[in-house]
């Protein structure tokens, strides 16, 4: 069975038109081990994306992924050239992990933070309680909130 996330990047980084254009990539550079864990853990090929713009007025759901490859190492950890080197990484150990996602949609209708907040059934979602953690699970029936909202505009 299939589960849901919300994954946040700011789109002047990489936005849901540039996951359009590429169709597919990868999720490199998270640096919370709890975010970590999901992506090293439990998400797996077929898992829906609700793809967050953050850092941007206002922030919001965008779209729509999804999850093609399950958690491996990430190569950025171990690359003294990234932005996301960590010196602790090894081969052995390396510490971080990514996923591999692939684009759905575009929202017809961007999904701002604010009509998260407000909306029946989105009281829960951690995006709403002011999480900062960029991968966080969402339960089906969020997902299919927001989904509806991105095709409603409402």
Request: proline share 9%; net charge neutral; charged share 30%.
């Amino acid at each position: 069975m299939p589960r849901y996330w919300l994954m946040k990047s700011e789109p002047n980084t990489y936005s849901i038109d540039d996951l359009a254009r590429d169709k597919r990539t990868s999720w490199e550079g998270v640096r919370n081990f709890q975010a970590r864990n999901f992506l090293r853990d439990q998400m797996q090929p077929g898992d829906g994306v609700l793809f967050y713009h953050s850092s941007t007025n206002p922030p919001g759901v965008a779209g729509l992924a999804k999850v093609v490859r399950s958690g491996y190492p990430d190569p950025t950890a171990r690359d003294p050239n990234s932005h996301y080197y960590d010196e602790k990484a090894t081969e052995k150990d390396p510490r971080w992990y990514m996923v591999d996602i692939e684009f759905v949609e575009k929202f017809p209708h961007y999904v701002p933070l604010s009509k998260l907040g407000e909306t029946p059934g989105l009281e829960e979602m951690l995006v709403n309680r002011k999480s900062r953690l960029s991968v966080q699970p969402v339960t089906p029936e969020e997902f299919e909130i927001v989904r509806r909202l991105g095709h409603a505009g409402v």
